[in-house]
């Protein structure tokens, strides 16, 4: 069965930086594009960024284009998110969730909180 | 890079129907026929309840259906059940992004 989960959660201060995972099973990891997919608490949810199922294409939000930077190694099955310059609006619990135009399978999430 | 736009809210009775709607643009909704619907219950992960506007995910009831019209979609809950209060999104291919709704709220009365 398709499995996603995250890890690397935490509480980082402003500025910081945080590097999530998602350590994918179940599937052949090589043939599927992935994304990040965050959601503040209490509110909706906001696609974050995609990477092509070889890496050669990556797109970004613009809230977070030059501070994140999405990657996979596929040797290894996982999916990354490096945060840099992190703000308190960064905030939130952060999803991989597998596909491209659809995404049909989500992990359950690893907590990221910005603050001082 | 803007959110849809879904009604904040919809509620109906045990076996009555439901459809929540998703506004964007010709940009996204309305330019490519890769809208999808998640389910979210409180402090879980959203679940893909359709897909390619109106296409089921193997193990969704049938009661869940979609469709779009110009830069509209919907989805329809027929047969409310208990357990379909949640929160669903809507989502749509932009192109080189992904757009999310904001969110509806359903309450089975």
């Known amino acids: 069965q398709v499995q996603l989960v995250e890890s690397g959660g935490g509480v980082v201060q402003p500025g910081r930086s945080l590097r999530l995972s998602c350590a994918a099973s179940g599937f052949i990891f090589t043939t599927y594009g992935m994304h990040w997919v965050r959601q503040t608490p209490g509110k909706g949810l906001e696609w974050v960024a995609v990477i092509w199922y070889d890496g050669s294409y990556k797109y970004y939000v613009d809230s977070v284009k030059g501070r994140f930077t999405i990657s996979r190694d596929n040797s290894k099955n996982t999916l990354y998110l490096q945060m840099n310059s992190l703000r308190a609006e960064d905030t939130a619990v952060y999803y991989c969730?597998?596909?491209?135009?659809?995404?049909?399978?989500w992990g359950q999430g690893t907590l990221v909180t910005v603050s001082s | 890079q803007s959110a849809l736009t879904q009604p904040p809210s919809a509620s109906g009775s045990p076996g009555q129907s439901v459809t929540i709607s998703c506004t964007g643009t010709s940009s996204d909704v309305g330019g490519y026929n890769y809208v999808s619907w998640y389910q979210q219950h409180p402090g879980k992960a959203p679940k893909l309840m359709i897909y390619e506007v109106s296409k089921r995910p193997s193990g969704v009831p049938d009661r869940f259906s979609g469709s779009k019209s110009g830069n509209t979609a919907s989805l329809t809950v027929s047969g409310l059940q208990a357990e379909d209060e949640a929160d669903y999104y809507c989502s749509s291919y932009a192109g080189s992004n992904n757009l999310f709704g904001t969110g509806t709220k359903v309450t089975v009365l």
């Open positions: 969730a597998r596909g491209v135009m659809t995404l049909d399978y």
